[in-house]
């Protein structure tokens, strides 16, 4: 087990990783005696990342309004994220910026006004410190209504 943050009711989120698996996150999580074993209340997938050069966007597929996305930051940045239709045009573009580097950073996207099908999103890195933007390799991203 990582470290874990305790809340006001005595539960933890706690993440964990085994060789197989990706990185997961479990909220609120009973701690118990020494030596046996946790009892969990809720388990959730938190950021299915598969490396630091790849973003994640969780639901995926999403099923609700909000639409989070998960991506590494080497380098103070802020960042552009454009999500494409099938058809290659731009649907939305979410701009965040000062983003901390050397971690994972989220940003939540409220996708109620987007119709149901497939779409593709690219997130883009532009370093504070730099000109060079970065750009992560293209993801794809459901919609179910």
């Known amino acids: 087990m990582f470290p874990r943050h305790t809340n006001e009711d005595g539960l933890y989120t706690a993440r964990f990783e085994k060789a197989s698996y990706l990185p997961v996150w479990l ?6 005696a020494a030596g046996a074993p946790a009892v969990v209340k809720k388990a959730v997938i938190y ?3 598969a490396g630091k050069s790849e ?10 309004n909000i639409v989070t996305f998960v991506y590494y930051v080497e380098r103070d ?7 494409y239709n099938a058809n290659g045009e731009k649907s939305a573009e979410i701009s965040e910026s000062g983003k901390n580097g050397g971690s994972y950073n989220e940003t939540r996207w409220n996708a109620s006004g987007m119709a149901q099908g497939i779409y593709l999103y690219v997130v883009k890195l532009k370093p504070l410190n ?16």
Do not use: C, F, H, M
């Not at 730099?130 to 209504?145: D, H, Y």
């Open 27 to 32: 909220r609120n999580v009973q701690p118990s």
């Open 77 to 83: 940045s802020d960042v552009v994220i454009s999500v």
């Open 47 to 49: 950021a299915p990342i």
């Open 55 to 64: 973003p994640a966007a969780y639901p995926n597929p999403a099923r609700g």
């Open 130 to 145: 730099s000109g060079a933007e970065i750009t992560l390799p293209v993801k794809k991203l459901s919609i179910i209504r």
